[in-house]
């Protein structure tokens, strides 16, 4: 009789199939657990790089403060340095001005004259850097006392009108009888009319520039507005940023660095007031702005 | 007779143009460099009034200004403070050390003779 293997080797067969794919069911677990094990890793690693990527950002971002606050410091210091010969040299041409250094001729204080304009206008831009400077890096101290608007305003005002004849522009003011008393810093307040009345100066050839200054329940709401070129829409939402200068600069005839709006709207918040702008092309443009009578109220 | 003023101030320039200033309207001055030639000085010039800057060399400002304040000698004699560093609590400093005024650089002249004016002629006051 024959022995046939028959279904003993077919078991055997299948036990060895079974086996191989067993082990490499074992192989692949063993793939996949040490692939795992791989990414884990990974992770772990991409974690590590995050945490130390995280740390480089906030070292970057405090050397980025760090930087401002230098720059600040050093814009500071720099206007600083820059007003105290100025003021020396200011002060030499106004001694032969006034003949306190010996005779000039008239066309010699002519040129003399065409000095002091320059250095003043040096003189303003680099109270304008420092002041600037202070606002943003938030070092500027307001010394807060009770303060009668209207006469300060009516101060401001008077000064201009050597210009105004000058130029043959009417200043119209509306100011109240009274004393109106808000609880402010001074020298800010005169700023920030002298810049707006400035600006109405400088962008108007014909018409009129109007002051107001008027009593409200809350606060104390003031205006400058012009007969001048106005301002257009799409130019209006940039005017309290700094460096911002529109239309055709050759029109202008003194020239200035365009920090003054930004400087007046800093002045203002620090008050917790409001400051906003109407403006139409070759008509007019009108400054506004509330200060609240007392900023603790 | 006119008045006296001694102006103490480490730059040359600025003693130059505010002492010509002072004579044109009308005082006579003297000047010191530093810390040191101040005392020296008003010692021998008897002022009728100081200008003193801070930042002196040998002797600083605010020494000198007490130790002025400190002699009976010399306490009468107006002190105004002159000088560029302008924190808040330097003024505060000033005043501690007896000084009369405090008045800050740069120089503005109408500021400063208003001063001087108030300081020689308290009279004149409002
Ligand atoms: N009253 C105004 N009429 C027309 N345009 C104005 C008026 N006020 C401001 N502007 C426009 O807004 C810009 C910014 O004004 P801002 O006062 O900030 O700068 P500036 O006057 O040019 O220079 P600075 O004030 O620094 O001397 C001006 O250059 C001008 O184009
Ligand atoms: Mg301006």
Redesign the pocket.
């Known amino acids: 009789m024959e022995i046939k293997d028959g279904p003993g080797e077919d078991l055997v067969k299948e036990i060895e199939s079974l086996k191989s794919k067993c082990e490499k069911a074992q192989a692949e677990l063993k793939a996949t657990k040490e692939e795992l094990e791989v990414q884990a890793w990974g992770l772990n690693k991409t974690n590590e790089a995050i945490k130390v990527l995280y740390k480089e950002l906030e070292n970057k971002n405090r050397e980025l403060k760090k930087l401002d606050d230098m720059k600040n410091e050093f814009i500071n210091t720099v206007s600083h340095e820059l007003r105290t010969p100025l003021t020396t040299i200011r002060e030499v041409i106004a001694q032969f001005l006034e003949g306190i250094l010996g005779e000039t001729t008239s066309e010699q204080k002519e040129f003399l004259r065409i000095c002091l304009e320059d250095v003043d206008r040096l003189k303003?831009l680099i109270d304008?850097l420092l002041d600037t400077s202070k606002l943003e890096s938030g070092k500027f101290s307001l010394v807060m006392e009770w303060v009668d608007i209207a006469g300060l305003a009516k101060g401001v005002i008077d000064s201009f009108s050597p210009r105004a004849r000058v130029r043959n522009l009417e200043i119209k003011k509306d100011l109240p009888g009274i004393k109106l008393m808000a609880y402010a810093d001074r020298d800010t307040i005169v700023r920030v009319f002298t810049?707006l009345i400035?600006?109405?100066f400088?962008?108007?050839d014909t018409g009129h520039i109007e002051i107001s200054v008027a009593d409200k329940p809350e606060y104390i709401e003031c205006f400058v507005s012009?007969t001048?070129?106005?301002?257009s829409e799409e130019d209006l939402p940039k005017?309290f940023t700094k460096f911002?200068?529109?239309?055709r600069r050759e029109d202008v005839k003194e020239k200035?660095?365009?920090?003054?709006?930004?400087i007046v709207k800093n002045i203002i918040d620090l008050h917790k007031g409001k400051i906003w702008v109407e403006?139409k092309l070759n008509t007019g443009?009108k400054?506004t702005f509330i200060l609240p009578k007392s900023s603790q109220g | 007779m006119a008045k006296k003023i001694l102006i103490v101030d480490d730059e040359v320039n600025i003693t130059k143009v505010l002492a010509s200033r002072l004579n044109a309207s009308g005082y006579d001055s003297a000047v010191a460099y530093d810390g040191q030639e101040a005392l020296d000085k008003v010692e021998a010039e008897k002022p009728d009034l100081i200008i003193l800057d801070l930042m002196l060399p040998k002797i600083e400002g605010y020494r000198v200004c007490r130790l002025l304040k400190f002699d009976k000698k010399y306490q009468h004699i107006p002190i105004i403070i002159f000088t560029a560093r302008a924190q808040p609590y330097e003024k505060t400093m000033a005043e501690s050390v007896g000084a009369d005024a405090y008045i800050t650089k740069p120089f503005e002249p109408d500021i400063l003779l208003k001063k001087i004016d108030e300081l020689l002629y308290p009279k004149h006051e409002g």
């Open positions: 303003r304008d810049n400035a600006n109405a400088k962008f108007t012009d001048g070129k106005g301002i005017v911002q200068q529109f239309g200035g660095t365009g920090l003054g709006l930004s403006s443009t400054f």
